[in-house]
């Protein structure tokens, strides 16, 4: 037998051209491993082409996760193990893989045409450092796998295209997985074409077996068993699916039928989607011909009553505008959701990045604040669109909720909920005899009374123009005065949690951090906590209004580091409402902060 290594944790990358399979393969693996009980975090990284040219760089497709017996919050920094299916994948993906990392190759697209199409001047592979610096398993994966399908009645190119099943057998044989989940998949996915299911099967028995043919010349790895999962019953989830299962969730606690419209953008279409599907709960979704008619039509929808969403991206977010000044005058409650990418302009639209925060604040004419929260994780997305959509409800206002790229795309292990634990959702609607008053106000909240048209005694006008209180158009300059005031006191009177010191509560470093930054932040300041250096970190999730204990955490620290993938945005935030002489840390990459980067900035800050 091979000698077997037991690891806490793995990182594995596939990476291929864009029409590999890769993603479906790295799914396959992260759905395999949970179903075991570790604990995953996973990072699709798609090329922005539809179909880049094959075996050339930009159309790699790379698919990465952390799987493990302790609790993971990110995809790892570099990779245990690169699976690189032609030339190109190797080219872009080879740098990051540490010496004596695990390196398989797809020998058979190692052609010279590929191999000049992803720059190298000769053949990476018989360069003698490769063998030094890295275990390298070459594997003819295209002729094996139509050796292993020349029985089936398929043509030689779709018996080619098995070929992610056989690496991905042979990986499965490397760190001990059962292939018994996939095959489930594989036939159901093709129940009406079972001899695809049948050749995809094939092919990964056959990887599997070629590892066992190896099992006396390299080692296997196992993950060590540490059973701290807490009971329940948990799925594979990502950012966009806890996302749109979150707003269903609303819907039903605060009983306000949803309502979305939207239009298809990188990286927020599959919220449209995956809404649509959910008719039995009365969900209504609609795909409208551009982005300002998406939001006008959500709008239109939260007049009569619907919990109304609308999603997009940053660039939408600009088209949307217009439409979110309206929402803010009328004081109408909308969910607009914004999964940021890399912009400006089309920018990198699949690849991450947090530099729509500003705009999200401000990018409105006039004065006009909203709610703004962000998503920390996969799973916290859930979370997060129940708080935004319990926020725009109670409080009669468009709330701004941000994820990104790299959580909407990424999944983790969600511990499924008992709806009956979560909370019902209030609303203010106006439930008063005789003329109705549309900007009469709730004490408390200062959220205006809502009345649902058709309602006889209710009726009454909306619209862009200023009001007075009863409604009216009203162009006196103490009436706008006033209006904008208590629209502003509303938003900054909204009631959120306190901030949470994860450390020491005063100090030597405080990091902060916000939306997708979360789990690089929060596991470098542990792994430097466990090593003895007194460093803390708050993460924000509500940025619009912050905690009211925010300013007096960040005084009792002598530095406070601001990591961001942006240029700077909240540490700008920072030091204008707090006074504080903040660190600005920015990476502007499309990639997220690693660990090791984030530990070694905090350790020049001692």
């Not at 074409?193 to 190896?214: E, H, R, V, Y």
């Not at 990188?266 to 939001?295: N, W």
């Not at 990639?591 to 530990?599: A, D, I, R, Y």
Request: glycine content about 8%; hydrophobic content about 40%.
């Amino acid at each position: 037998m091979s000698e077997i290594k037991q690891l806490e944790t793995v990182v594995i990358r596939f990476a291929g051209d864009s029409g590999d399979g890769m993603q479906t393969i790295g799914e396959q693996f992260t759905d395999s491993s949970a179903l075991i009980g570790n604990d995953i975090s996973t990072f699709p990284d798609f090329p922005a082409e539809i179909r880049a040219p094959i075996g050339t760089l930009p159309g790699v497709s790379g698919f990465q996760l952390q799987f493990g017996s302790k609790r993971i919050l990110t995809p790892g920094d570099a990779p245990d193990a690169l699976v690189a299916m032609n030339p190109a994948a190797l080219k872009v993906n080879l740098a990051e893989l540490p010496k004596g990392g695990l390196l398989v190759v797809n020998l058979n697209a190692f052609t010279d045409a590929n191999i000049k199409k992803a720059g190298y001047e000769a053949n990476p592979l018989d360069d003698p450092k490769i063998d030094e610096s890295y275990d390298v398993v070459r594997i003819n994966v295209n002729d094996l796998t139509k050796t292993a399908l020349e029985a089936l009645d398929l043509k030689p190119s779709d018996k080619v295209r098995c070929k992610n099943f056989f690496v991905l057998g042979f990986m499965y044989w490397v760190y001990g997985r059962s292939l018994d989940f996939t095959k489930q998949w594989l036939n159901k996915k093709w129940a009406k074409k079972p001899i695809l299911a049948q050749a995809n099967i094939k092919a990964m028995n056959s990887g599997f077996n070629l590892g066992l043919t190896m099992e006396k010349s390299r080692p296997q790895y196992r993950i060590v068993k540490i059973d701290n999962t807490t009971p329940g019953t948990y799925r594979k989830i990502t950012g966009n699916e806890a996302t749109l299962l979150g707003l269903v969730t609303a819907s039903e606690k605060s009983k306000r039928g949803l309502f979305f419209a939207g239009y298809p953008i990188t990286p927020a279409s599959d919220i449209l989607e995956g809404l649509s599907k959910h008719k039995k709960f009365g969900v209504k979704t609609v795909q409208a011909e551009d982005e300002i008619a998406a939001i006008g039509i959500a709008l239109g929808a939260s007049f009569t009553g619907k919990l109304a969403v609308t999603a997009t991206s940053g660039p939408g977010i600009c088209l949307k505008s217009e439409f979110i000044g309206l929402a803010v005058s009328t004081e109408l409650p909308l969910v607009i959701i914004n999964v940021q990418r890399g912009g400006p302009s089309t920018g990198l639209p699949t690849k991450t990045e947090q530099s729509d925060l500003l705009l999200s604040l401000f990018g409105r004419h006039g004065e006009s604040p909203m709610p703004v929260i962000a998503a920390k994780s996969p799973v916290d997305c859930f979370e997060a669109a129940i708080e935004a959509s319990a926020i725009a409800l109670k409080y009669n206002t468009p709330v701004m909720l941000l994820t990104d790229g790299y959580i909407a795309n990424g999944s983790e292990p969600w511990n499924i909920p008992n709806v009956n634990d979560i909370a019902e959702i209030d609303s203010v609607p106006s439930t008063e005899e005789g003329p109705f008053v549309v900007f009469k106000r709730d004490k408390e909240t200062l959220a205006r009374k809502i009345a649902i048209p058709g309602q006889p005694g209710l009726e009454h006008r909306l619209g862009g123009l200023e009001k007075d209180e009863a409604g009216n158009v009203s162009y006196d300059s103490l009436n706008h005065e006033q209006m904008t005031d208590l629209r502003a006191r509303k938003v900054a009177g909204i009631e959120v949690p306190d901030a949470i010191v994860n450390g020491k509560k005063q100090g030597a470093v405080l990091v902060v951090s916000w939306g997708g930054t979360y789990g690089a932040v929060h596991t470098a300041v542990n792994e430097l906590q466990q090593e003895g250096i007194a460093v803390s970190n708050v993460h924000l999730r509500n940025l619009n209004p912050m905690p009211k204990n925010l300013g007096a955490i960040l005084k009792r620290f002598n530095k406070v580091l601001v990591p961001e993938l942006n240029s700077g945005q909240l540490d700008m935030l920072i030091r204008s409402k707090y006074l504080v002489d903040t660190i600005k840390y920015s990476k502007i990459q499309g990639k997220p902060f690693t660990v090791e980067e984030l530990k070694t900035k905090i350790t020049q800050l001692f």
